[in-house]
């Protein structure tokens, strides 16, 4: 069963720092697209970051270039969003998704797969 598990969000002031992971079982890691997603209250979940199964990464929005870094650890099967310099904008619940053929996309429809979400607040 294909399961993915998001863990490291969580309140900090503005210009900090977060990692959230994104722990997946059930597949091979090395093989599949994963992406990250957040939804702010009120607004329609958007793609953040994305890595394939080949090591590209994508950031979607000009606001995360220099700031969020996505990676993948094959071996614990585990994917990280390093997030620096956070802004009261960033303020979501962050998801991470799969997607078992093709590339990256930041098409919500397109991944059939996700994790239950973690908190990040962003606040002074």
């Known amino acids: 069963q294909l399961q993915l598990v998001e863990s490291g969000g969580g309140s900090v002031q503005p210009g900090g720092s977060l990692r959230l992971s994104c722990a997946v079982s059930g597949f091979t890691l090395g093989y599949n697209v994963i992406g990250w997603f957040r939804q702010a209250p009120g607004k329609e979940r958007e793609g953040v970051s994305c890595i394939s199964s080949t090591g590209g990464m994508i950031n979607y929005a000009d606001s995360e270039n220099g700031r969020f870094t996505i990676s993948r650890d094959n071996a614990k099967n585990t994917v990280y969003l390093q997030m620096n310099v956070l802004r009261p904008e960033d303020t979501a619940n962050y998801y991470c998704?799969?997607?078992?053929?093709?590339?990256?996309?930041?098409?919500?429809?397109?991944?059939?797969?996700w994790g239950q979400g973690t908190q990040v607040t962003v606040s002074s």
């Open positions: 998704a799969a997607k078992t053929t093709g590339y990256c996309s930041a098409h919500v429809s397109f991944y059939p797969y």
